[in-house]
């Protein structure tokens, strides 16, 4: 059958070794906003903030089922387009990318949100923009397979397990480089909680629950003005292929507060990104 991919948008290996892998992305639909935050001071001048959600499915190695990934994650599949889309490795991205590159420069991948530092009125990146720790996303992998008796449970996946994440300054694979605008490759340090799958007739569907667990922040500091969250540093995919499948990510912002300050500690605007989601999908 002919590999397919689309995206839609909405408004036993040990988990804590770190996954490194191959280069390439995929494509992504606009879940992205540039909005005026609402200010504790009426007086005060209200900036404006950037940001949005992104996801990736990928298959790492369609020529080859026994020697492949098939699923997510930040390094494996890494695309030099903006929506993260490929046919070798095939590739398929939801939502808005970083702009410059999720996963390094130039490249795209991974599923997370961005956020810009605040914007004056004079369109001019100012200030520090802040994701105030406590941020909830949920990220659901959804498999399905030819048949029920078919059924594989991806790699990586601990049902009832909570596991750390931390900062992450720069990239620790594929192709090893930050995009120059990102003030870290994820932003802050992560806690992440794994739901009970469900299994409906040949479908596997598994939710995480990532929350942030410090401040993240995007400054206007020279070539900087993003900060980026990547709940795809859980990584969570199969290695082999079924003869044929649908897999969808999706990913959601359940509770979300930007905090933005045109001046060091001066007032702050708040921004509630809370109900950003998006979603990508390969099958073949």
Not at 28 to 56: C, H, N, R
Not at 181 to 204: C, K, M, R, S, Y
Request: charged residues 15%; aromatic residues 8%.
């Amino acid at each position: 059958m002919t590999p397919s991919q689309s995206s839609n948008t909405t408004g036993s290996l040990n988990r804590r070794t770190l996954v490194k892998g191959a280069a390439w992305s995929t494509p992504a639909i606009a879940a992205a906003a540039a909005v005026p935050a609402y200010a504790s001071s009426l007086d005060s001048e209200i900036p404006t903030v950037k940001y949005g959600v992104f996801t990736q499915v990928f298959n790492s190695n369609p020529a080859n089922d026994y020697d492949t990934r098939l699923g997510l994650d930040s390094y494996t599949v890494q695309v030099a387009n903006a929506s993260a889309t490929s046919t070798t490795p095939q590739s398929a991205g939801g939502g808005t990318f970083t702009p410059g590159g999720s996963v390094g420069a130039g490249l795209y991948g991974g599923a997370g949100l961005w956020f810009s530092a605040p914007i004056n009125s004079k369109g001019e990146y100012q200030g520090k923009t802040y994701l105030q720790g406590g941020a909830t996303l949920k990220v659901t992998l959804k498999f399905t397979f030819p048949s029920a008796d078919e059924i594989i449970e991806p790699m990586l996946w601990d049902a009832g397990e909570t596991i750390e994440i931390p900062t992450l300054k720069y990239s620790e694979g594929g192709a090893k480089t930050n995009n120059p605008a990102l003030n870290a490759f994820n932003g802050a340090d992560l806690t992440v909680n794994f739901d009970e799958p469900v299994i409906e007739g040949n479908t596997w569907t598994g939710t995480m629950t990532v929350t942030t667990s410090s401040d993240s922040s995007a400054p206007a500091d020279g070539a900087i003005r993003y900060g980026q969250i990547l709940a795809s540093q859980a990584p969570v995919y199969l290695t082999e292929a079924t003869s044929s499948y649908t897999l969808t990510t999706t990913i959601t912002i359940t509770s979300g507060t930007l905090a933005l300050e045109l001046t060091d500690g001066g007032v702050q605007t708040y921004q509630d990104i809370s109900g950003l989601s998006t979603s990508a999908t390969i099958s073949r």
